[in-house]
């Protein structure tokens, strides 16, 4: 049987072999430091040659040897964090990372007497290292001889005895944490620990994600380690891991396939928020640069979105029934350029031809005909105004030829007047999304665009909202929509290339002057309009209109689609589901359910299945895996005095309780109320609105007046559900006058039955 932690000095004398490994690591990533130091002084010296080849050659090995330089130099929190000891498989093939490939064990690898020798030892890190004899130092995580780490539970261990945990800081060991996998056999390993899944879980929060790349379970891993192709979708509950499943798949994907992704990864998340809470996970698992983790409110360029539609606006906006509306908006548009001509004025052949209101009407009609983006348009519209003056010009020719010939002289003189440019510039101007966005601000406007699609209700609720400043989220959809519609204005000249650049091709190789890798990654992530993955985060929110946006990033892309129906924000399901089925188009799809909420515990977990029940009746809840026996705490607001102070001595109580992050949750137009409650407490508390805190962690939560949450929309009571499932240990509940709390200050939709 394996050795127990109660013998004197075991936990300190494992520390000090993981630590004699890590350093032994670390000589290592010196040596290889200095190798890729060397190859990019090799290739400053091939530049010396002065050919355009020997430059191109040197500029190819300088970019490869950076960035392998510039992931050997990073600094991880904990690069080495993983062990595995293993049984003797049933054959000796190895890896390509120097690791035996067998999963299964031998079949005399376990005596009769229930002892066993380890055969192999591996170190699960954050990238791949082998020794100078190719034997692995470190198996990077995502390498198939690491998926056992994930995958061995005890029911089926595979050749894993042991899994071992290993919490370090920079480049020293903190501690270990141990699992064993078969406590039944023999040999000779001691145990440290509770558990490395539960150590792991009682962390204190902050307001960043950490990676799970230590924590992994075995379905979370099934997820991350799906072959690529078409649509892989994953539900489940809160704290199931989606988001990070989501993150550490598209590391995953980089790993196994660099050359099919250099197209980019698209990482889609609701809100700023939660781009700011999960960005730093990719560069802690050794990527950065390939995935572009961007909010619906700043998909489109140049875009940056931080208001919210009330929700009768955000149910109109969000609708595909806008897709015709802004259609007609699109072409409508041409008419209201101010100062528009209604009469077109040429003089060709020696004399003066004009076209009539009526038939530069007639005209443009035609024009319209087509079905390219009204940008795109201005050509035919520029052919078909020429063809409407050689008919006026009334020229007869009776050789073919000759009449080519003078049509062609005719187009080429009247078409560089000034008089016909001009007016095709102010006739047929170019239109951009912003400015069609800002004519829908007109009520008269919009009733005539959206005829029949809108009633007069929601006409002027959606024209009032446009008038003030800023754009909301859903806004940033429908400039998205209008950027289709309208085609691209009219790029701007180029710089002209050095001719060098011209037979080198290493314009697109190398970054500009006084750029740094990570920048000209940025940069490429920024100017990319579609990519080879897109990743939906929180899928269930997204709107028709926002479907149709994230879809045309990914048209040709394989795709992993996360969420949660029972939180949705959405209200029309059906119509989102039709958006998405569109997007997806016919591509397969794999389906995967996590069922296990490594988030909330148990006291808390049960609180919020009782809203779940009311959003959404018949849905299971994710099962949580601990108990800390702390119950929520309920307390009553006073009815007619202002609820800051005691929102804000909730908030103070718990700073004190826990070593991590408190979030205060509530309803969204008192966003500004909460903020200004809790100014001065300190950079561990937030103030956030009920639909910014999708997808978000604390240690504890506030949850302010859970009615006036269930309330403010027809999806309320799945976005209080949201609310109460965002705290690791400890959550408190302030109930006012309209959440009818009773004696003991339970709201009454959190009352069980």
Excluded at 37 to 52: I, Y
Excluded at 267 to 272: D, K
Excluded at 658 to 665: E, H, R, Y
Aim: aromatic fraction near 4%; hydrophobic fraction near 40%.
């Amino acid at each position: 049987m394996a050795a127990q932690t109660t013998a004197p000095g075991v936990r300190e004398r494992e520390i000090a072999a993981e630590q004699a490994h890590l350093d032994r690591v670390y000589r290592r990533l010196a040596e290889k430091i200095d190798e890729a130091e060397f190859l990019m002084s090799d290739a400053a010296k091939r530049g010396q040659v002065g050919t355009p080849g020997a430059l191109a050659e040197r500029d190819a090995q300088v970019f490869r040897a950076g960035i392998h330089l510039n992931r050997l130099n990073s600094e991880f929190e904990d690069f080495l964090f993983g062990r595995i000891d293993l049984l003797r498989g049933k054959d000796g093939k190895k890896g390509p990372d120097g690791a035996y490939t067998s999963v299964d064990p031998a079949d005399d690898a376990i005596r009769d007497d229930a002892t066993a020798d380890i055969a192999e030892t591996l170190h699960i890190g954050r990238i791949g290292v082998l020794d100078t004899e190719y034997a692995p130092l470190v198996i990077d995580w995502r390498a198939p001889a690491a998926a056992p780490f994930y995958r061995s539970t005890p029911v089926a261990p595979g050749r894993v005895v042991r899994r071992r945990v290993i919490r370090s800081k920079g480049r020293r060991v903190l501690g270990v944490e141990d699992d064993l996998l078969r406590p039944d056999l023999d040999t000779g390993l001691p145990v440290v620990g509770d558990g490395a899944l539960m150590a792991a879980l009682g962390q204190a929060r902050t307001h960043t994600m950490r990676d799970i790349v230590s924590s992994i379970q075995a379905e979370q891993d099934t997820v991350i380690r799906a072959p690529a192709a078409s649509v892989t979708e994953v539900t489940g509950g809160p704290g199931t891991g989606k988001t990070a499943v989501a993150l550490h798949r598209a590391a995953y994907l980089l790993y196994q396939d660099r050359r099919r992704y250099s197209g980019g990864i698209l990482c889609v998340s609701p809100t700023p928020l939660l781009v700011a809470y999960t960005e730093g996970v990719l560069p802690s698992l050794g990527e950065e640069g390939q995935v572009a983790i961007r909010a619906l409110g700043s998909l489109v360029d140049g875009v940056t979105a931080d208001l919210y539609d009330e929700p009768a606006v955000a149910r109109v906006k969000g609708s595909s029934r806008m897709v015709k509306v802004l259609r007609n908006a699109a072409r409508g548009c041409l008419d209201l350029t101010e100062g528009r001509p209604t009469r077109l004025r040429v003089v060709a052949f020696g004399r003066r031809i004009e076209l009539s209101e009526q038939e530069l009407a007639a005209v443009r009609h035609q024009a319209l005909g087509g079905t390219a983006p009204v940008n795109m348009l201005r050509p035919r519209a520029r052919r078909l105004l020429l063809d409407a003056l050689w008919r006026k010009a009334s020229r007869r020719f009776d050789d073919s030829e000759l009449a080519a010939e003078e049509r062609q002289g005719f187009d080429e003189d009247v078409s560089t007047e000034p008089d016909f440019t001009d007016f095709l510039d102010a006739w047929w101007p170019v239109l951009r999304p912003r400015t069609v966005l800002a004519a829908l601000a007109d009520e008269r406007r919009l009733g005539r665009w959206s005829r029949r699609v809108l009633t007069p209700p929601e006409v002027r609720r959606v024209a009032r909202s446009l008038r003030r400043d800023g754009v909301s989220v859903h806004d940033v959809a429908l400039l998205d929509e209008l950027d289709a519609l309208l085609g691209a204005p009219p790029r701007e000249k180029k710089r002209e290339m050095d001719p060098l650049d011209q037979l080198t091709g290493l314009e697109e190789l190398m970054p500009v002057r006084g750029e740094t890798q990570r920048e000209r990654a940025e940069r490429l992530a920024r100017e990319r309009t579609e990519y080879a993955h897109v990743i939906v985060d929180e899928a269930q929110d997204l709107t028709p209109m926002q479907w149709r946006m994230v879809g045309r990033r990914g048209r040709t892309a394989t795709w992993t689609v996360v969420g949660d129906p029972a939180q949705s924000s959405w209200t029309d399901m059906d119509e989102a589901d039709r958006a998405r089925d569109e997007a997806l188009g016919t591509r397969p799809r794999r389906r995967f359910t996590l069922t296990v909420n490594y988030r909330n515990p148990a006291e808390i977990a049960e609180v919020a299945s009782t809203v779940l029940a009311l959003a959404m009746p018949g849905t299971p809840s994710p099962r949580a895996v601990r108990s800390t026996g702390l119950p929520p705490r309920y307390e009553v607001l006073d009815a007619d005095t202002d609820p800051g102070p005691r929102v804000r001595a909730a908030a103070e109580r718990l700073l004190g309780e826990v070593d991590g992050t408190v979030g205060v949750v509530v309803a969204m137009n008192r966003r500004a109320q909460a903020r200004a409650w809790l100014d001065g407490l300190g950079a561990r508390v937030v103030a956030l609105g009920s639909l910014e805190a999708k997808g978000l962690e604390y240690d504890a939560t506030v949850v302010v007046s859970p009615a006036e949450i269930a309330e403010e929309s027809p999806a309320g009571l799945r976005t209080l559900y949201v609310a109460l499932t965002r705290a690791t240990q400890r959550l408190v509940v302030l109930a006012g006058r309209d959440d009818l709390p009773d004696g003991d200050g339970v709201p009454d939709l959190l009352r069980r039955d």
